[in-house]
């Protein structure tokens, strides 16, 4: 049961660039979104998030839009910088954070 | 503040083993839990307490997978007997109270079952 999906596994951009992570889910009762960023060998670190009642949320180089008709939420990064190369993980979850769901990941590569 | 601290860091048993993993979660944070993560995928829910009582253990294959929060602090994850397919990175987790806030991550236990 996959309520929520990253459809690309990886994304290359150049440095500089913006790079944009999409993340789809299917689940309407989902409150918060979040994004999870993991380096190897390390857990996932919280990025940033946002509320279903907030259509943007931004904080320094990211900023996550959510679309809830579409079900779609999206992460850029403007400038991506090399050190942002990972794997991030778009979350979602209720209100009381119960069950969050995860999705499989897309491994960011930002080239020098 | 300190994090999430988990050991060991790897574990590599045969099948029908058993083993254990520990976490011990940021200081005050009364939800833990458990993930499984294996490789390629994201992290799927095991368990999740608050404080001491369990919250969901749906996913949680109870007939092989035991957890306990005794005192409402750490927490400990059983496997026995392991298979193969349950080689992955099992990562911890806590939570400060209130809505939206973000989960943290220990950097998890890579278990390979041979």
Same mark, same amino acid.
């Given at each position: 049961d996959q309520q929520v999906k990253q459809n690309s596994p990886s994304l290359s951009v150049q440095e500089g660039r913006i790079s944009i992570l999409n993340c789809d889910y299917t689940n309407?009762?989902?409150? $918060?979104?979040?994004? $999870?960023?993991? $380096?190897?060998?390390?857990?996932?670190?919280f990025l940033i998030s946002i509320s279903s009642i907030k259509d943007?949320?931004?904080?320094?180089?990211?900023?996550?839009?959510?679309?809830?008709? %579409?079900?779609?939420?999206?992460?850029h990064i403007v400038p991506s910088q090399p050190g942002d190369s990972a794997v991030y993980?778009? %979350? %979602?979850?209720?209100?009381?954070?119960?069950?969050?769901?995860?999705? %499989?990941? #897309?491994?960011? #590569?930002v080239k020098p | 503040e300190a994090g999430v601290a988990q050991s060991p860091r790897y574990k590599i048993i045969e099948k029908r083993q058993s083993v254990a993993f520990w976490c011990n979660p940021i200081s005050g944070h009364a939800t833990l839990y458990w993930y499984q993560q294996i490789l390629g995928q994201g992290p799927k829910l095991l368990i999740q307490f608050q404080n001491n009582g369990v919250v969901d253990d749906s996913q949680l294959p109870?007939? *092989? &997978?035991?957890?306990? *929060?005794?005192k409402g602090v750490d927490s400990t994850l059983k496997i026995q007997p392991a298979k193969l397919e349950d080689s992955a990175v099992y990562l911890c987790a806590s939570r400060d109270q209130g809505a939206g806030a973000p989960?943290? &991550?220990?950097?998890?236990? *890579?278990?390979?079952?041979t």
């Amino acid at each position: 049961d996959q309520q929520v999906k990253q459809n690309s596994p990886s994304l290359s951009v150049q440095e500089g660039r913006i790079s944009i992570l999409n993340c789809d889910y299917t689940n309407s009762m989902f409150d $918060y979104f979040l994004w $999870y960023k993991k $380096y190897p060998a390390e857990g996932p670190t919280f990025l940033i998030s946002i509320s279903s009642i907030k259509d943007k949320n931004e904080d320094g180089r990211f900023t996550v839009f959510l679309n809830k008709s %579409a079900k779609h939420l999206s992460l850029h990064i403007v400038p991506s910088q090399p050190g942002d190369s990972a794997v991030y993980f778009c %979350a %979602a979850s209720g209100l009381n954070n119960n069950d969050m769901r995860f999705g %499989a990941g #897309t491994r960011l #590569t930002v080239k020098p | 503040e300190a994090g999430v601290a988990q050991s060991p860091r790897y574990k590599i048993i045969e099948k029908r083993q058993s083993v254990a993993f520990w976490c011990n979660p940021i200081s005050g944070h009364a939800t833990l839990y458990w993930y499984q993560q294996i490789l390629g995928q994201g992290p799927k829910l095991l368990i999740q307490f608050q404080n001491n009582g369990v919250v969901d253990d749906s996913q949680l294959p109870k007939d *092989r &997978f035991s957890a306990e *929060r005794l005192k409402g602090v750490d927490s400990t994850l059983k496997i026995q007997p392991a298979k193969l397919e349950d080689s992955a990175v099992y990562l911890c987790a806590s939570r400060d109270q209130g809505a939206g806030a973000p989960l943290h &991550f220990g950097n998890g236990t *890579r278990l390979t079952v041979t």
